[in-house]
């Protein structure tokens, strides 16, 4: 069974580029996390989906980050014009809608803005 | 609100040593709890979860937790620790809310020592 795969895995940007991050959930798995994980820290929920639906965006900044799931599968995370404050790990992960199930990684994009 | 704290940003023990790593939670309804761990340049790996049932709940690797309702905790024990054991450990709480919501805390980092 393939992992979830996110691309790219590294990026570069000045500040005010726009960048995009993609993941690849594993199959059949109908619920998918946006984390992002600044250095030395925990990973801290963006937003999240049920197939299509955005479950809860709450922590995403909404002036500047959109995320997307069309079609329930794939997801795309978008940072409009990025800061330096946005300088971390975004990590995606995908899991079934079951209790105690478990959240698979993928091994995430390392953004650093400069 | 639903939260993680580990007190502990850092730990060293030194190799063969037993180890406890600490977690709490706040959270009101029975919580799906887990432990992760995070190798360098790696993604996050499951090292075991708990929903109900014993209270002591094994995991990959020798590594056990031990669930305690009337403390919120849910601590990371092993008997005795080898030097690839080194790495960050990160809690996690899984709550129903739409989706499966999980949160993490800040994670501690453990460095086992020869």
């Known amino acids: 069974e393939a992992g979830v795969t996110q691309s790219p895995r590294y990026a570069v940007l000045q500040e005010g580029q726009a960048v995009s991050f993609w993941c690849d959930p594993i199959?059949?798995?109908?619920?998918l996390y946006w984390y992002q994980q600044p250095r030395d820290q925990g990973p801290q929920l963006l937003v999240y989906?049920?197939?299509?639906?955005?479950?809860?965006n709450s922590q995403l900044p909404s002036d500047r980050f959109s995320a997307v799931r069309p079609k329930g599968t794939n997801s795309t995370l978008k940072i409009q014009s990025a800061k330096q404050g946005d300088t971390a790990t975004y990590l995606c992960?995908?899991?079934?809608?079951?209790?105690?199930?478990?959240?698979?990684f993928g091994k995430g994009t390392r953004l650093t803005v400069v | 609100a639903q939260s993680v704290t580990q007190p502990d940003a850092r730990v060293t023990v030194s190799e063969g040593a037993s180890l406890q790593l600490r977690c709490k939670y706040s959270?009101?309804?029975?919580?799906?709890l887990f432990w992760y761990v995070q190798y360098p340049r790696q993604g996050l790996q499951l090292l075991l979860k708990?929903?109900?049932?014993?209270?002591v709940v094994q995991g990959v690797n020798s590594f056990e937790a031990e669930f305690s309702k009337s403390n919120s905790s849910f601590h990371l024990q092993k008997a005795s620790v080898h030097w690839s054991d080194s790495a960050v450990y990160f809690c996690?709480?899984?709550?129903?809310?739409?989706?499966?919501?999980?949160?993490f805390g800040s994670g501690t980092r453990l460095l086992v020592s020869p």
């Open positions: 992960a995908s899991s079934r809608d079951r209790p105690n199930t478990e959240v698979f």
């Open positions: 199959s059949g798995h109908d619920t």
């Open positions: 989906f049920r197939d299509e639906a955005v479950i809860d």
């Open positions: 959270y009101s309804a029975t919580p799906y």
């Open positions: 708990y929903y109900s049932g014993d209270p």
């Open positions: 996690a709480l899984s709550m129903r809310a739409g989706g499966y919501k999980v949160v």
